[in-house]
Nanobody, 121 residues
Framework: QVQLVESGGGLVQPGGSLRLSCAAS????????VGWYRQAPGKQRELVAL???????NYADSVKGRFTVSRDNTKNTVYLQMNSLKPEDTAVYYC???????????????WGQGTQVTVSS
């Protein structure tokens, strides 16, 4: 079994920054694609950033130039650096990962529990 745990959310003023972490633990062989999603109240969950294991990240237009996703494969952790935050970035942020698990290299998809980000003055 694999667990994804997000952290780093909180309350920040407009223009501020936060760094979210998504730490994976458990029966991991490798972590393939990781996505950061967010869901605001009354809205559908949307993809914010996508990190493939070997390619350049992709970002939603609404966060391009402000958010950056990075990975530390030695720690099985993916980060989302969020700068120039706006009130419309307020949402619960989730990470989602395709993970190859031990011992049979089975590819499975996992979600974290989410972390709240609130941008307000």
């Amino acid at each position: 079994q694999v667990q994804l745990v997000e952290s780093g959310g909180g309350l920040v003023q407009p223009g501020g920054s936060l760094r979210l972490s998504c730490a994976a633990s458990g029966s991991i062989r490798s972590i393939n694609t990781v996505g950061w999603y967010r869901q605001a109240p009354g809205k559908q969950r949307e993809l914010v950033a996508l990190s493939n294991s070997g390619g350049a990240p992709n970002y939603a237009d609404s966060v391009k130039g402000r958010f950056t996703v990075s990975r530390d494969n030695t720690k099985n952790t993916v980060y989302l650096q969020m700068n120039s935050l706006k009130p419309e970035d307020t949402a619960v942020y989730y990470c989602n990962a395709d993970v190859r698990t031990t011992p049979w290299y089975t590819l499975r998809n996992y979600w974290g529990q989410g972390t709240q980000v609130t941008v307000s003055s």
